[in-house]
Every structure is written in C-alpha cells, then in structure tokens.
Antibody, heavy 116, light 110 residues
Framework: EVQLVESGGGLVQPGGSLRLSCAAS????????MSWVRQAPGKGLEWVSA????????HYAESLKGRFTISRDYSKNTLYLQMNSLRAEDTAVYYC?????????WGQGTLVTVSS | EIVLTQSPGTLSLSPGERATLSCRAS???????LAWYQQRPGQAPRLLIS???SRATGIPDRFSGSGSGTDFTLTISGLEPEDFAVYYC???????????FGQGTKLEIK
C-alpha cells in the first residue's frame, strides 16, 4: 500500500524558513515523479513544485520566484520542500503527491502558518 | 498559460440524482493530461479520473469522465451520500512541466 506522510509544518514568522518532509513507502520511490501541492484555508488546490524520479529535473510554480527548493533522498525514501522568505500568503496545507501527469496518491497534508 | 474554468461553482442535488460537472480549458489541450479529483471535507484530494476518461483504481463506475479539446465533463450517475464533496479538474503541461487546477465545483446536498 502506498503511503505518503508529511511532516515539518508549523507556525513561522514572516521572512522565516521551514523544511517540509514527506516519507514515502509502498512503491519504488525512484521510479516516480513527486510534487508538492498546497491549499490555502478555504481555497482551491495550487501546484507548488515537482521533481523527476531521478531527481535530475525540478520545476516550480512561477509565483514562488525562487523561494522554495524541492529535493529527494533515495536512501530515506523522502521528499523535501525547503521554504525560505515565507510570506503570509504561503499559509496553507501542503500535500505531497505521487505521479507524473496526474497525482494518484496524496499524503494527509501538513499545515504551514506564516504569522507574527 | 492555460486556465481551467469549472462550472458550476456550486451544484445542489439530491442523492440518487445525476451530477454533471464541467471543466473548460482556455485553449485546446490533450485529453491524455486531464484528470479529476474529489476532496471531502478535512481530507486530501483523491484521484478519480485520469486521461480524461480512465477511472482510477477502486473508483466506482458511477463516476465517468469524457471530453476533448477544450471541454471536459465529470458525470456522477446515482449520487451517493459520500459523493457530496468538492471536485477539481487538473491539467498537466509538459514543456516545461506545469500542473494547473480548476477552481473547483462544490457538490452539495439539496
């Protein structure tokens, strides 16, 4: 059974940093692209970033303007999202999701709140 | 940039009725890259349909997807109580890789 378990969310001040993790199990981690998708309170889904199965390709939503970095650790079967220069508008539940053209598995999400 | 517009924003129906949800792209897209998701309150999204019309594993056959070009439809025949949720369409663009979601349709009990 595929499992994706996010962690690392919490309350952070504007301008601060946070690193999210997503522990993956139940599938061959290196065979699949992975993404982060976020959802602001009461709002819709917004794709944030994706990384190829090999880790050689990374892609970001243009709105992020270089503040976020996606990576993966194959020895730990874990996906990461390093978030810097956080803003109030980054407040959201962050989901990790497995898949290339579509997302066939999602984690339960981790809440990031950016506030002073 | 391709925009996905879902309609209606809210759909009020009764259990047993048929739901028809629309997703319109701002320009013609490949149906191979159009997916639908269901999100129940407090839960993560769940994949329903990929490639515009292929049901995901474990999805009941009352869910069906259709369409091509700019117009895509998710149909739920015979609504069950657990089907009342928010539905999103999603498009994948490959050069460079990008994922676009529609704004969602809320299916509520009438």
């Amino acid at each position: 059974e595929v499992q994706l378990v996010e962690s690392g969310g919490g309350l952070v001040q504007p301008g601060g940093s946070l690193r999210l993790s997503c522990a993956a199990s139940g599938f061959t981690f290196s065979n699949f692209a992975m993404s982060w998708v976020r959802q602001a309170p009461g709002k819709g889904l917004e794709w944030v970033s994706a990384i190829s199965g090999s880790g050689g390709g990374t892609h970001y939503a243009e709105s992020l303007k270089g503040r976020f970095t996606i990576s993966r650790d194959y020895s730990k079967n874990t996906l990461y999202l390093q978030m810097n220069s956080l803003r109030a508008e980054d407040t959201a539940v962050y989901y990790c999701a497995k898949g290339g053209s579509h997302f066939d598995n999602w984690g339960q999400g981790t809440l990031v709140t950016v506030s002073s | 940039e391709i925009v996905l517009t879902q309609s209606p924003g809210t759909l009020s129906l009764s259990p047993g009725e048929r739901a028809t949800l629309s997703c319109r792209a701002s320009q013609s897209v490949s149906s191979s890259y159009l997916a639908w998701y269901q999100q129940r309150p407090g839960q993560a999204p769940r994949l329903l349909i990929s490639d515009a019309s292929s049901r995901a594993t474990g999805i009941p056959d009352r869910f069906s997807g259709s369409g091509s070009g700019t117009d895509f439809t998710l149909t739920i025949s015979g609504l069950e109580p657990e089907d009342f949720a928010v539905y999103y369409c999603q498009l994948y663009g490959s050069s460079p890789p990008r994922y676009t979601f529609g704004q969602g349709t809320k299916l509520e009990i009438k």
